[in-house]
T-cell receptor, first 112, second 111 residues
Framework: SQWGEENLQALSIQEGEDVTMNCSYKTYTTVVHWYRQDSGRGPALIIL?????REKRSGRLRATLDTSSQSSSLSITAAQCEDTAVYFC????????????FGTGTTVSVSP | EAAVTQSPRSKVAVTGGKVTLSCHQTNNHDYMYWYRQDTGHGLRLIHY???????EKGDIPDGYKASRPSQENFSLILELASLSQTAVYFCASSDIQNTLYFGAGTRLSVL
């Protein structure tokens, strides 16, 4: 498997709280993608971080990448109910050099 | 307007029957993919293609065939559907930065 064993499967929080989810990967990658999947829909890219970046921000999202420990994290600041979704990390570890390998995902539930 | 469209959105098939899932993209992307989603397994790559008339195996190709007759169209074929192939199937295309654009998925139930 591309992924380590410590990926958290589900997180439940209340509106306004911060949440962080983690991914670890076993083989070298040049980029980590984070996708969000809403119920009944396909995943969509929310943030991408490359190996030459330690941190990347987009609105209330913050991604980190530690190539030495082969791990990445995604944080959501001041979570809102509409942040409820499944979040996947994915790397470009090789399948012909283009296909992404996805982790098992973290389900985030935000309640009012 | 959806750039990756899948059909059908849901399908009930009988064991041993043939199933064809279709995907059409208007992104003008060269790469297209078929992923399978099962609870607890995330998304797993079945087949992909980087040019018309050519397909490549992904991580779990057994029991599946793929067809790419044109840049826009990519099909997934289950010649002999089995119970274990009950899942949600996603098609995607990718841009030059390798960002994937997914369709809405096809929910397949094999009975």
């Amino acid at each position: 498997s591309q992924w380590g064993e410590e990926n958290l499967q589900a997180l439940s929080i209340q509106e306004g709280e911060d949440v962080t989810m983690n991914c670890s990967y076993k083989t070298y990658t040049t980029v980590v993608h984070w996708y969000r999947q809403d119920s009944g829909r396909g995943p969509a890219l929310i943030i991408l971080i490359r190996s030459n970046e330690r941190e990347k921000r987009s609105g209330r999202l913050r991604a980190t990448l530690d190539t030495s420990s082969q791990s990445s994290s995604l944080s959501i600041t001041a979570a809102q109910c509409e942040d409820t979704a499944v979040y996947f990390c994915a790397t470009d570890a090789d399948q012909g050099g283009r296909a992404l390998i996805f982790g098992t995902g973290t389900t985030v539930s935000v309640s009012p | 307007e959806a750039a990756v469209t899948q059909s059908p959105r849901s399908k009930v098939a009988v064991t041993g029957g043939k199933v064809t899932l279709s995907c059409h993209q208007t992104n003008n992307h060269d790469y297209m993919y078929w992923y399978r989603q099962d609870t607890g397994h995330g998304l797993r790559l079945i087949h992909y293609s980087y040019v018309a008339d050519s397909t490549e195996k992904g991580d779990i190709p057994d029991g599946y065939k793929a067809s790419r007759p044109s840049q826009e169209n990519f099909s997934l074929i289950l010649e002999l559907a089995s119970l274990s192939q009950t899942a949600v199937y996603f098609c995607a295309s990718s841009d030059i930065q390798n960002t994937l654009y997914f369709g809405a998925g096809t929910r397949l139930s094999v009975l």
